[in-house]
Antibody, heavy 112, light 107 residues
Framework: EVQLVESGGGLVQPGRSLRLSCTAS????????MTWFRQAPGKGLEWVGF???????EYAASVKGRFTISRDDSKSIAYLQMNSLKTEDTAVYYC??????WGKGTTVTVSS | DIQMTQSPSSLSASVGDRVTITCRAS??????LGWYQQKPGRAPKRLIY???SLQSGVPSRFSGSGSGTEFTLTISSLQPEDFATYYC?????????FGQGTKVEIK
């Protein structure tokens, strides 16, 4: 069964950092691009960024320069490193296999 | 950025009704569009990809159409489990962008 499990969420103060992980199973991880989305409380969905099979990345303007997506194909894990966090980064963060299979999400709350 | 205008923002319908949701792109996106269903507290689920291709395992009452700037998601006969919020997503150009969502409620 294809599965994605996000972890690493929690409560963090503004300006601090957090790293989310997305552990994949049930498919050949290295064959797929991986995407991160987020959803602020009571709001719609927002694309965060994307990492291709070769490791090149794209980001939304709202996170560019603060967030970094990486991958470890040997471990089947994608990462979202979030630096200089702002209160407006509070959301449920989802990783997806390109755009089809979604994890259940992990909650990030940025608050003092 | 490509703006995705989704309508309506909400609708009330009865079981068995035919439901249509529309997304308009601010510029042409070929068929680089997917439709997603989200239930409260759950992750989104992809229903349609490439504008009109049914995701494996999704009931055939869901269908998508369109190309360029106008896209439609149709539920041919609404079922109780279909009450949810629906989003379109364009992936033709960065940044990828979603429609605002359509909440389908029970009449």
């Amino acid at each position: 069964e294809v599965q994605l499990v996000e972890s690493g969420g929690g409560l963090v103060q503004p300006g601090r950092s957090l790293r989310l992980s997305c552990t994949a199973s049930g498919f050949t991880f290295g064959d797929y691009a991986m995407t991160w989305f987020r959803q602020a409380p009571g709001k719609g969905l927002e694309w965060v960024g994307f990492i291709r099979r070769g490791g090149t990345t794209e980001y939304a303007a709202s996170v560019k320069g603060r967030f970094t997506i990486s991958r470890d194909d040997s471990k089947s894990i994608a990462y979202l490193q979030m630096n200089s966090l702002k209160t407006e980064d509070t959301a449920v963060y989802y990783c997806t296999r390109y755009m089809d299979v979604w994890g259940k999400g992990t909650t990030v709350t940025v608050s003092s | 950025d490509i703006q995705m205008t989704q309508s309506p923002s909400s609708l009330s319908a009865s079981v068995g009704d035919r439901v249509t949701i529309t997304c308009r792109a601010s510029q042409g996106i070929r068929n680089d569009l997917g439709w997603y269903q989200q239930k409260p507290g759950r992750a989104p689920k992809r229903l349609i990809y490439a504008a009109s291709s049914l995701q494996s395992g999704v009931p055939s009452r869901f269908s998508g159409s369109g190309s360029g700037t106008e896209f439609t998601l149709t539920i041919s006969s609404l079922q109780p489990e279909d009450f949810a919020t629906y989003y379109c997503l364009q992936h033709n150009n960065y940044p990828w962008t979603f429609g605002q969502g359509t909440k389908v409620e029970i009449k």
